[in-house]
């Protein structure tokens, strides 16, 4: 394994599939490295060797400046990693990132034409008119930062924009994004954000929009609370079904009775009571919605394979 303060490259198999990471915002501190532990998971449920690049942006800009260490700009460090997946020779290539990080496997897998590109939670643009259009306001002071460096970001600040502007090949996209607002939190304004960004891609055929029910934006931590982020990641880049993962969930009889009584239109409020009446305590209860509305999450990514694997 290979590492400098920004990204660590890890060579398992030369010829075998490559899959950089793109780390995630991170309000102090560097960011973190995403996935690593995850990825090799992956390897050993699969039999499969995947090499490994993950970088960082410790600077917050959402890797509009480049990689620090890479490049000083997004042409320079597209051209660092290119000379890295070179050297791997690698019989595929995937960008994957969340959030931040899921902008930049956007980005630079458009520049780099890789294979695939799995980005959750991904903003559209970095665009203040278009936020304001959206109305998206969360991410204003970084904005702000990125205006004060003065960086010249015109060319990479809207993706929708950007893929237009591509000639083929260009990478098949997989864009997971959550739907819930979370506790006390309007559902229109959430699904006005992330959901916002997620339509401007719309009707591109090289982008699959999968919304996910019960996620809210850190849709990779909903997947790692559930256990079942490993089961997600093979599908997206292997292809391999989640029925096994949904039958896992299944053969508990009360997410089986609540996910029927839900699609049937009956109300978390209306099942709770019936639950607590059978002996439940309210964790309890909580605890067997979640593991059914996460059934409900992997079904509907069940029925939407995706187009491209590795």
């Not at 008119?129 to 970084?142: E, M, N, Y």
């Not at 229109?188 to 919304?211: C, E, K, Q």
């Not at 949904?246 to 639950?275: C, F, H, K, Q, Y």
């Not at 305590?281 to 509907?300: K, M, Y």
Request: hydrophobic letters at 45%; charged letters at 20%; one cysteine or more.
């Amino acid at each position: 394994m290979t590492t400098t303060q920004n990204h660590q490259l890890d060579v398992v198999q030369v010829g075998a599939p490559l899959v950089i990471t793109f780390g995630f915002y991170a309000a102090s501190g560097p960011g973190e490295f995403e996935l690593l532990g995850r990825l090799r998971n992956l390897e050993q449920a699969s039999g499969r060797p995947l090499n490994k690049l993950l970088v960082r942006d410790p600077s917050m800009r959402w890797y509009l400046g480049g990689i620090d260490g890479l490049g000083h700009d997004v042409s320079s460090t597209v051209e660092a990693l290119r000379e890295q997946v070179e050297a791997v020779a690698p019989s595929a290539v995937v960008t994957v990132g969340q959030s931040m990080g899921g902008y930049a496997a956007i980005l630079y897998g458009a520049l780099l034409r890789v294979d695939k590109v799995v980005s959750f939670g991904t903003l559209s643009c970095f665009d203040r008119r278009l936020w304001s259009i959206i109305g998206d306001h969360r991410w204003g002071p970084v904005l702000d930062a990125v205006e004060r460096s003065g960086l010249d970001i015109a060319d990479h600040a809207d993706l929708p924009a950007l893929l237009a502007r591509q000639h083929d090949p260009q990478p098949d996209i997989d864009l997971v994004f959550g739907l819930s607002a979370g506790e006390g939190i309007d559902i229109g304004t959430a699904i006005g954000h992330d959901g916002a960004h997620a339509v401007r891609f719309a009707g591109r055929r090289n982008v699959s929009i999968l919304p996910i029910a019960h996620s809210g934006h850190a849709v990779v931590e909903h997947f790692r609370a559930g256990g079942v982020l490993t089961a997600v990641l093979a599908q997206r880049l292997f292809g391999t079904s989640l029925v096994p993962t949904i039958r896992g969930l299944r053969d508990d009889g009360w997410v089986a009775w609540l996910e029927d009584n839900l699609r049937l239109g009956s109300t978390v409020a209306d099942l709770v009571p019936v639950m607590r009446g059978n002996g439940l305590t309210d964790e309890q209860a909580q605890h067997l919605v979640d593991r059914a509305h996460l059934l409900a999450d992997l079904t509907g990514l069940e029925e939407h394979p995706p187009r491209t694997t590795v």
